[in-house]
Every structure is written in C-alpha cells, then in structure tokens.
C-alpha cells in the first residue's frame, strides 16, 4: 500500500504539480500576468515582448519560474530575449501555439510548441498545423527550438487543444480541426485530427473523428474538459458544439449544438469548462465587420454560463455580462478562476481582463467581475495562451466553506485558527505540507489545524492507488486583523417631528468615534436593529445615513468588519431617543392694500392672528429659519409686508428642550381693484369725472381724487369737475373694510370735423361722391337734398349712385356729439338720350345742373359720329332741338365735350331718336 520515495518524488514533480507549468502568462499588447503559487495572488507582467491580436502560449516550470513564451511565431525565452523566429503559427490565429512538455522527461528539459496558422491572404500561403522542439538545456539553460515547423496537416483551422491522454505513461493527445483530408478543401471543416504524443514520439497517425456539420469558419477556440470527457469548438460563424471525448482511443463523438440566446452577441468566439467540469462558460460577440467597425460602440459582447447537466443545455443559459466589448478568449487559471480577455476592436485592446470569481458555482454566483486584473498600463486583446486542460482539473475540497462554494482562498482573523479536512478514506496516506515543507500528521491524518498564513496543501495516495488516483486539496491562508469597535455616543434628545415616534437619523455620525483611530480604508462600521442580526451579518441598514427608527426608544448595533474580509470584525451599541415636538397650527392671512402708494404689495399685518393653535413660544420669520441668515421678526403685531405674496415661518419651540415644529403662512396683500373709464370732452369744454358709486351707496364709501399720482385738496366728492388737463385718478375706500378701488380716467378730446374737399365722380352711369374730413372725433356722413335726408348717416365718407342734384353734406361728431359740419355739392347728369318730336317730352338736350353753381366754362359742342360740329350750346341756352340749321338730323349717336369751372373736363355721348 505504501508509496515509497521514488513514487513520492514523482508526486512532487510530475503531472500533480503541471498547474504551476501556467504561473506565467504573456499575451496582447505586451501584457502578462503571473500566479503566485504561495499567497495565490495575481500581478501584471510588465517585462512581456510580444504584441499580438490573438494567440500567444507560455510555459514555465514546475515551481512556475518562467521558461519560455511565444506568439507562434517568435520564442522569447526568460530573460526576454528571442530564442527563434519563423515558426509556423500566425498573431491573428485564434489559438496560434500551446505549448506542451515532453511526456516522461521528469527534468523538463523539453517541450514541443504545436501551431496553427490563420486564413491565407494574397501572398501568404497556409502553413497548416505544424510542430517545433524547444531543448532547455542548450544556451546556458536558456533554451534553443532544435527542430522547427514539422508539418503533420497541411490545412488547419485555428483551433488547438491538449489533455492528458494516460497520467500514468503521461502521454498527451494535441486535437485540432480541419478538413477530411487535410488539405484546402474550400473551408469545409468537418474533421477532428487528434494526434498521440507519448514518451517515444509523436504518432503522425493522427485519429479522425468525422464530424455531422460542417464548418466553414476557422476562427474560435477548441477546449477539453479538465477531466477530458468533454471537447467544445466556438466557431464564430457557424455555431457553438459540445462533443463527448474519449481520453483512451481519443475518438470525438456525440456533438449537440448549443443555441446563444437572447443577446445580439450570439457568435461563439471564447471557451471555457469549470474546473469542476460542470459548467461551459462562452464569450459571444456581434462579430461585426463594417466599414465603421474601429467605433467601439458598434461591438456587443456577452459572456455566458451553460450547466452541462441540463436536460436542455441551451436553456440553462445564464448572461453574466452583456456590454459593448469586442471579442475575446477565456482561460482557466491555476487559481481556479476563470480570466477573459478584452478588448474594444480587433485593433485596440484594454488594459484589463476581466474575472470568474467562482466558475464551480451556478449562475450569478459564479460571480464575474469586469476589469478585475490591471494589466499595468499593457493592454489585453483578444487572445489567452491556452495550456493542456489537465493541469486545471479540479482538487479537492478541504475547505468546506460555508456558503457550499469551493475554493482554495481561505481568509482567517488574527489569533483565530481554522481545521483543513479530506475526505476520510480508509488506509490511506496523507502527506500534508505548509509553503512546501512537510507537515507533521495530526491524530485524524485527513485533518489539519491552520493557524499561520501561507500555502497549505495535502496528498493523499488511496490504498493500492495508481499516480493517476492520487487526490490533492489545497489551502491558501491569508491573517487579517480583527477591528476593534469603540465605545459610541448615545443619540438622545432626537426632536419627532412628526410626532410619530419615528425619524430620520443619520447614525454614520457615530462612525468616527467607533472606528477610533482606524482607517477607514481598512475597516467599515455596519449598523442593525438586532444583535443576531449584527452577529450573523444579515439585514443591515441598507441606509444609515437616512435611517428611520422603530421606537421611540430603540438600541443599535454597529458592527466594525475588516473591509478585507468582513468576517473579522467587533461589535458595539448605543441607543437612540426620540422626543415630541410642538404641535404648530396656522392660516394664511390676506387684506386689502390700505397703505399709501396703493398696489405696491406692502400693508401692515397682525402675524399673531395666523396661528390658529399651538402649545410653546412662537417665533416668526421672513426666511427658513433652518438657515443661518435667518433672524425673527421683531414686531409681529404690526409687521409690514415686503411683497403681495409672502411667505413667513412660524417656528414653535419648547424651550425646556429646544424641540420646534415650523410651519408656514401666505401674506396676501390684495391689491386694490383699479378699474379704467374713459371720458370724453370737447374741444374748450370742462369735463365731470364720476367716481361710478350707485347713489344708493355714495355715503358707503370715501373720495379722493388725484392728478398725476398727487392728491387734488379738497377733491373728495363722487364726483369731479375740472379742465381736462393731467391723469386723474380717484382712491374709493370702502368705510366698513378699509379697502380701497382705484379708477383711472382716460381723458379724450373730441370736436367738430373740418370738411378738407369733396370729390365728385358725377357725368356718369352711376355717380359718386368722397367727403374727406378731419378731426379729433369719431365721424359719420350724410348727404340732403332740399332739407330731407337723402342718404342716413353712415360711417364710410364714400357715397354711391348719387342721382344728379344739389345737396348739403353734413359730417357729425360720434365720439362726443361735439356737433355738426356741413358742405355743399352739385352732382351733374345728361340725358343718355332724347326725342325732339314735339310731344313735350324730351324734345331737347341739354346738361342737368340744377343749381347753377357750376358755371360752364365755356360752350358745349355736340359733334356726329363723323367729328361734324353740329351744334355749340351756351350755359343759358334752353338746350338742343336735333336740327343743324334749322333742318333736323336723323336718329343716331352724337358725341359732346365740356369744361366746368372747377377744371375738370368731360366728354362723352348721348343718342337722338326719332
């Protein structure tokens, strides 16, 4: 049963210990992180050469000291410096190199780098899938690539994956993706090549695995299952797969396709399994490519948890984030976690990676944390170095945390100790060490007492155990300081505002005296209710600042915790005490304006006639009181406003205890109702202003009248007589209120119009005419015709179909009846035609112009159609009889011209008929 030296030595230097080979990562823009195999913490890298967009591998020994890194084109060994160039992968292949140690060299002197090149350009050929041997005993054990780019496909994706193919004979098989017969066949991908590496060689013969669909898309990482069983390919255009593996005949069987839903970054680029192999975790993008794809807001990203134990996997899907992010790989760690790599674009990168917490764990409580690794000012991108998926298979617990989480991180408090526990297994060997020295066994071997900090792990070898059964648990311990929370002040006297036995308290005021001279940096003060709940940390006041109390007299706890780890921690209590308040009761107060210069918002109040009720001193104010400027009012019973709606603060104090409740009031000081009349005067008159009083109510009230804001002596009737000259304005004062109406008056001239020219359209079919007057009234218009009204009185000054007469134009005043204007005019006709045949009627010709008053400048001269003079007709002549010379002339059209006196000349026609 027992393991002897030689078989404990392979313990401590073969596959059990293979996690630290990946203690030191380099990737991206110069970027690194290393693992720190005694405290678990992990640091930037800042000595890192290479700079690539996607795959890089590393590798270093067993106690994690850095032997060599590459980017699968160019080997940087330790020291930073090149070992080779020109190997066969590419810095823009997915997975472009993993590097993997010689089976069975316990020295581990030598290494193969595998490597996949990426899609051809113009010019660039494909190199496929190729192997390189790195011997580090050469060049001062700085290492040497002694055989380089072996090919063993000549057409790959860019896929690359190693597991543990026997721990006993440590073999490995290396698996990558290509087409059935590993040449360019048009990117149809349906082939897994899974090659054998054993202690002897590398067997060429590689095993394929035909696949049921067939992928075009070459980018997207290829991941084992820590334990082996299970193989993932992230294809980013054509789907995400899970596939059964068989570690013996390394056969890929059983592919299930998984469906990324709702999210738009659904393309699988990114993979990884949980150490507990569990559950597969995926980065996704929207793999968008247009011509704007620099602008990082263009880029989705989403990374996603699947339960491998789901009847239906695709629907166990969990979204730990979605942001925009650019694609990116996730690589299982040495500490157990999960790391992911981010970047913006394909061409810029970000100075983080992003962190699983808890892989092991479902769902959110996996627990992922965005930029939780500074990178140093070095910049990820999108690729991680990939390492043989054995060294990550999950240990032991011996922890047994609380929350049911495994994990190897184990906080303790200063002075407290903590009991490691294996699982009990009947005649087996424990072999327990503490940062890599031999600890002696306790009386139960699986068990052992932490109490310093450091690494602790155990061994434990099961009776007729093979290497490959052998268990390992691991614990690494970290001491923090347990605080110390100080006496704090009771807060009393607390004034209830409402009366209701509950308020808003601010307890973090108690956090300096708690925390005493501690820093708040290190240490935080949590406050509860209960004790229990202070002890067991649960249901903490969300809000202590803002915190509202139970009773009226109530104790709480504050509990100091160590920021570092909240479970060291103190606990102290104090009380709080609530006191009533006044009770405070007040109504707005509004009156009239009675102040002279009225309507300016100030009048004098009574402030004391706003409290309505109230139990202590009140104190009033023109501001908040709670502000420092504020200072009482000094004469409350006669205060005069400030503005016509004012605010005042009514405090009401207990002075035993310095409790007070505010209230506040309006001051309305109403202005008094100013109404406007407009009154009318004529020119050189007097004008009687009326104050507008029904005479019923004249003594109600009092009178006084004022000419441009200054009052008038003696001018206190209802009533005013004055020369319209200046504003008036009168003050009416209700006697029973005090309240006072203001009326202005609008003084208005008004007069007779002066008539300036009447224009007359007449000689015509219809005849028109224009009076055109001014003034200061407002006038209407009418013509009359021998003492009758021809027309009523109109307001337009425009008079149509006016028959040919004499008439008096009258204009009137409206705006005042300041009276009456008069003008004259003469509207001329002709006859159209007539008929000279004795009978008495329309025997002659002649103008109508009744009254004369336009005398005819000179003769009328009718002329035939042919322009023939026929006859001058003087103003006094009877009119014209049809006859030249005394002979008639026939019926027709005869044409005539005049000239009036008044300049205008006129012609026209008229017709003879028989």
Not at 79 to 93: A, C, D, K, P
Not at 253 to 270: A, E, H
Not at 548 to 574: G, K, M, P, W
Not at 881 to 895: A, E, H, I, M, V
């Amino acid at each position: 049963m027992k393991y002897t030296l030689t078989v404990l030595t392979i313990l401590l230097h073969g596959f059990l210990f293979a996690q630290y080979e990946a203690a030191n990562w380099y990737f991206g823009e110069n970027a690194g992180i290393h693992f720190n195999s005694n405290t678990g913490e992990v640091t930037a890298l800042l000595d890192g050469r290479i700079d690539t967009y996607e795959g890089s591998s590393s590798i270093s020994d067993e106690n994690g000291n850095l032997l060599f890194y590459t980017d699968g084109t160019t080997v940087y060994n330790k020291n930073h410096q090149i070992m080779e160039s020109g190997l066969f992968g590419n810095s823009s292949s997915t997975q472009s190199a993993i590097v993997v140690p010689f089976p069975g060299d316990e020295n581990n002197h030598l290494f193969y780098i595998f490597t996949v090149d990426t899609i051809e350009s113009s010019g660039d050929t494909s190199q496929g899938f190729n192997y390189s041997i790195v011997d580090m005993t050469k060049n001062g054990g700085l290492g040497s690539v002694i055989s380089k780019n072996k090919n063993l496909l000549a057409y790959s994706s860019e896929k690359l994956s190693a597991i543990v193919k026997d721990c006993e004979t440590q073999s490995i098989w290396v698996i990558t993706l290509s087409t059935a017969s590993g040449q360019n066949d048009n990117l149809a991908f349906n082939t897994f090549y899974a090659y054998s590496i054993t202690a002897d060689s590398i067997n060429t013969v590689p095993v394929k695995s035909i696949i049921s669909s067939t992928i075009t898309e070459r980018r997207g990482a290829l991941k084992f299952s820590p334990d082996g069983t299970k193989l993932v390919s992230a294809n980013v255009g054509d789907g995400l797969f899970l596939y059964d593996f068989n570690t013996e005949t390394g056969v890929v069987s059983g592919q299930k396709q998984i469906l990324i839903q709702g999210t738009t970054g659904n393309r699988s680029y990114g993979a990884e399994f949980s150490p507990n192999n569990k559950y597969l975790y995926i980065h996704a993008s929207n793999d968008y490519n247009g011509l704007d794809s620099y602008d990082s807001t263009k880029h989705t990203s989403a990374l996603l948890q699947y339960d491998l134990d789901a009847d239906d996997i695709s629907n166990s899907q969990v979204i730990l984030d979605n942001r925009n992010l650019f694609r990116g790989a996730l690589q299982l760690g040495p500490d157990g976690r999960i790391y992911r790599a981010l970047a913006s674009t394909y061409d810029t990168g970000l100075p983080y990676l992003g962190v699983i917490e808890n892989p092991n764990a479902a769902g959110t409580n996996a627990s992922y944390k965005h930029n939780a690794i500074d990178l140093g000012g070095n910049n990820s991108t999108q690729g991680l170095p990939p390492f043989i998926q054995s060294f990550f298979n999950q240990k032991i617990d011996i922890i047994h945390a609380s929350d049911g989480i495994e994990t190897s991180i184990l906080p303790l408090c200063t002075g407290k100790t903590y009991t490691l526990q294996a699982d009990e297994i009947t005649n087996a060997d424990y072999y327990w060490t503490f940062n890599g020295e031999k600890l002696e066994n306790q009386s139960e071997p699986w068990k052992m007492e932490a109490n310093q900090e450091g690494l602790y792990k155990v061994l434990i070898t099961p009776d007729s155990a093979t290497v490959c059964e052998l268990l390992e648990g691991e614990a690494y311990v970290t001491y923090y300081d347990i605080p110390v929370a100080n006496p704090a002040n009771n807060i009393t006297d607390i004034c209830d505002f409402n009366n209701d036995d509950t308020e808003t308290i601010n307890l973090t005021i108690n956090d300096n005296a708690i925390l005493g001279n501690q820093s708040n940096e290190e240490y935080q003060v949590v406050y509860f209710e209960t004790l229990a709940d202070a002890e067991s940390d649960t249901n903490a006041i969300v809000a202590p600042s803002n915190y509202q109390n139970l009773f009226q007299t109530q104790d709480i706890y504050a509990r100091v915790e160590n920021l570092n780890h909240t479970s060291c921690y103190d606990i102290t209590t104090f009380s709080i005490q609530l006191i009533d308040t006044p009770t405070l009761e007040t109504q707005d107060l509004s009156q009239c304006d009675t102040t002279l210069p009225y309507n300016d918002g100030l009048t004098v109040f009574n402030l004391n006639t706003a409290i309505v009720s109230s139990d202590a001193d009140i104190t009033f104010y023109e501001t908040n009181p709670e502000t420092t400027a504020a200072s009482p009012i000094t004469s409350s019973n006669s205060y005069v406003s400030t503005t016509s709606n004012q605010i005042i603060y009514a405090r009401a104090t207990y002075n035993k205890t310095g409790c007070y409740t505010d209230q506040t009031f309006t001051l309305t000081a109403q202005d008094a109702p100013v109404l406007t009349e407009t009154a009318y005067y004529c020119t050189g008159t007097e004008v009687t202003l009326n104050s507008g009083t029904l005479n019923s109510e004249i003594d109600n009230y009092t009178y006084q009248w004022f000419i441009d804001d200054t009052a008038i002596l003696g001018a206190t009737q209802y009533e005013y007589t004055t020369s319209p000259v200046g504003n008036y304005e009168v003050a009416i004062t209700e006697k029973a209120t005090k309240c006072v109406t203001l009326k202005t008056f609008n003084l208005e001239e008004s007069g007779p119009a002066t008539i300036t020219s009447i224009e007359v359209n007449d000689l015509r079919d219809i005849n028109t005419v224009t009076v055109k007057a001014n003034g200061l009234g407002n006038y209407e218009y009418a013509l009359f015709k021998d003492g009758i009204a021809y027309t009523a009185y109109q307001s337009s000054n425009y008079f149509t179909n006016v028959y040919p007469g004499h008439y008096i134009v009258k204009v009137k005043d409206t705006k005042n009846n300041c009276g009456i204007t008069e003008g004259h005019v003469d509207v001329l006709g002709f006859p159209k035609f007539f008929t000279p045949n004795g009978d008495g009627y329309h025997d002659t010709w002649k103008i109508d112009n009744e009254s004369q008053t336009l005398v005819l400048r000179s003769t009328i001269l009718i002329f035939n159609r042919y322009g023939k003079l026929v006859k001058e007709l003087r103003t006094t002549d009877e009119g014209w009889d049809g006859t030249l010379n005394g002979r008639p002339l026939p019926s027709d059209d005869y044409w005539f011209t005049l000239t009036l006196n008044d300049g205008r000349t006129f012609k026209s026609h008229f017709s003879l008929k028989r």
